[in-house]
């Protein structure tokens, strides 16, 4: 049985390829671990082999996780949609929020971030392929929200974070992943949290800095 120590190497492999084919500079792409639905136990198991970042979806889940691994250097990243009774614990419980598509969401959670914590880095949720059942904002906000964005004081605005819409072929798993990145480098963002065990080879050649990935490395969800 293929171990999650022996995944995390093959997907580490994967991403050096990607990096290496596509001119990206080694070590520029981080690996988020998407840990929604999985036990502590496979958390552990991935620290232990060397994963520090850790996504989750689900607040409450995530919140029993943290408890269970309080002994771990964990850097917890949410990553699930995001409802206003839940600021409060995500500003005091993360390091990263990536599906922030609101100034009232970023509002808030500038205004319950802890001052003995830095700044919350976040990420703001593209709509890329404009799907209707999908939060994020359109590409045509960004520009606005990441101006009101920037002069919260307790957040630091990193990037863009997409899920676009599911593709079969290579190059129309690139595309949307172009055009955020266009969008992204006017704006001077420095992070893009792009890229799933499907697609993620064509979100590296388009410049993703953070893949977020799952099932590759912990199994189908549960």
């Given at each position: 049985?293929?171990?999650?120590?022996?995944?995390?190497?093959?997907?580490r492999?994967?991403?050096?390829?990607?990096?290496c084919?596509?001119n990206?500079?080694?070590?520029s792409?981080l690996?988020?671990?998407?840990?929604k639905?999985?036990?502590a136990?496979a958390?552990?198991?991935?620290?232990?082999?060397?994963?520090r970042h850790?996504?989750?979806?689900?607040l409450?889940?995530a919140?029993k996780?943290?408890?269970?691994?309080?002994a771990?250097a964990?850097?917890?990243?949410f990553?699930g949609?995001?409802?206003?009774n839940?600021?409060?614990?995500?500003?005091?419980?993360?390091?990263?929020?990536?599906?922030?598509d609101?100034?009232?969401i970023?509002?808030?959670?500038?205004?319950?971030?802890?001052?003995?914590?830095?700044?919350?880095?976040?990420?703001?949720?593209?709509?890329?392929?404009?799907?209707p059942?999908?939060?994020?904002?359109?590409?045509?906000?960004l520009?606005?929200?990441?101006a009101q964005?920037?002069k919260?004081p307790n957040?630091?605005?990193?990037?863009?974070?997409?899920?676009?819409a599911?593709?079969?072929?290579?190059?129309?798993?690139?595309?949307?992943?172009?055009?955020?990145y266009?969008?992204?480098?006017?704006?001077e963002l420095?992070?893009?949290s792009?890229?799933?065990?499907?697609?993620?080879?064509?979100?590296i050649?388009e410049g993703?800095?953070?893949?977020r990935i799952?099932t590759?490395?912990?199994?189908?969800?549960?």
């Amino acid at each position: 049985m293929t171990t999650i120590t022996q995944r995390l190497q093959l997907i580490r492999d994967q991403i050096c390829e990607a990096e290496c084919c596509y001119n990206r500079q080694p070590n520029s792409v981080l690996l988020l671990a998407v840990s929604k639905t999985k036990p502590a136990e496979a958390i552990a198991a991935a620290y232990q082999a060397g994963q520090r970042h850790f996504g989750e979806n689900y607040l409450q889940e995530a919140l029993k996780k943290q408890q269970e691994l309080g002994a771990y250097a964990i850097t917890w990243h949410f990553i699930g949609p995001i409802q206003s009774n839940k600021t409060k614990a995500l500003a005091t419980h993360f390091d990263w929020v990536h599906s922030v598509d609101s100034l009232k969401i970023a509002q808030r959670l500038s205004d319950q971030r802890p001052p003995h914590l830095p700044p919350l880095a976040i990420c703001l949720q593209v709509n890329i392929s404009d799907e209707p059942s999908k939060s994020g904002i359109s590409l045509d906000e960004l520009p606005q929200l990441c101006a009101q964005i920037t002069k919260l004081p307790n957040l630091k605005l990193r990037g863009v974070m997409a899920i676009p819409a599911p593709q079969p072929d290579f190059e129309q798993q690139r595309s949307p992943y172009k055009k955020l990145y266009q969008a992204g480098a006017k704006l001077e963002l420095e992070t893009y949290s792009f890229g799933m065990s499907g697609d993620l080879t064509a979100a590296i050649a388009e410049g993703s800095t953070i893949v977020r990935i799952g099932t590759a490395l912990f199994g189908d969800r549960n």
